[in-house]
């Protein structure tokens, strides 16, 4: 069985993790399928979003808790296994977010510890009504340091903590209200719900969007002035692109841009 599966239509990709009997754990093959499947996309010009979703009944349950178990008691190796792993966790979450298109999060059943950070990692979320989030590896002696990272910038500071340390989950209304998603839908539109976000975004001129998520990312870490002086001049390069020089003469003559399809 294919451990991720890749469906493209209409400039959108759809990622599905294809481990349902271990409710999509991020396993080191999952995370170098995942890792791989993104390397390939930036490079694809037709493709302006991405969704990513997960088979069976979960969206994602975190690390494959046997994989870790079996690092751990390799001889003389297990720190170095497990450090490659969650490495390897890393740079995953690390390349969504440098990726040139935005990634969508479709949400199902349960985002928890590792999942729970993947979802945060994403650009975007939507989630069905029913799907639960959290960072509860606390529950079994392991705390969620990693997800912590992805956690802590999405939603507020107190709230994270108590996550982290009580092992508690957010139903998706809270996870909504607390900014770890933008919307929830029924399970039955879920899908729909999703799609029509992407497509809302795969119309929108790509050079913008990529320059848009570059800087977005870039100036979050700087002060306020370093931002506004980093993100004028992201403003100069966006405005020197022909297609965006269309777009404002397709607005001030009240027509449809005639932009790259």
Not at 46 to 54: A, D, E, F, M, P
Request: proline share 4%.
């Amino acid at each position: 069985m294919t451990i991720l599966t890749r469906d493209d239509d209409a400039h959108i990709a759809t990622l599905t993790m294809n481990a349902p009997d271990r409710l999509n754990a991020l396993s080191m093959a999952m995370l170098q399928a995942l890792h791989d499947a993104f390397d390939t996309i930036a490079a694809d010009d037709t493709i302006r979003v991405v969704i990513l979703r997960g088979a069976g009944r979960a969206f994602c349950a975190g690390h494959d808790l046997n994989e870790l178990r079996s690092l751990r008691a390799q001889p003389d190796k297990g720190a170095a296994g497990l450090k490659a792993l969650f490495d390897r966790c890393t740079a995953l979450m690390t390349r969504i977010q440098s990726l040139p298109q935005p990634v969508i999060a479709q949400v199902h059943g349960l985002a928890a510890a590792a999942g729970c950070q993947l979802v945060a990692t994403c650009d975007l979320a939507v989630a069905e009504d029913g799907a639960r989030f959290g960072v509860n590896g606390v529950n079994i002696g392991l705390f969620c340091s990693t997800p912590m990272v992805a956690l802590t910038r999405n939603i507020p500071t107190k709230l994270a903590f108590e996550m982290l340390t009580t092992g508690r989950f957010l139903l998706a209304s809270e996870a909504q209200h607390q900014g770890l998603i933008n919307r929830t839908a029924p399970a039955e539109e879920l899908g729909e719900d999703t799609r029509a976000l992407a497509q809302s975004i795969a119309q929108k001129l790509p050079a913008a969007v990529r320059i848009g998520k570059a800087a977005f990312y870039a100036q979050s870490h700087m002060t306020t002035a370093q931002a506004y002086a980093f993100t004028g001049d992201v403003m100069v390069e966006n405005m020197g692109l022909d297609a965006t020089a269309e777009g404002i003469d397709a607005f001030l003559t009240k027509r449809l841009p005639d932009w790259p399809t």
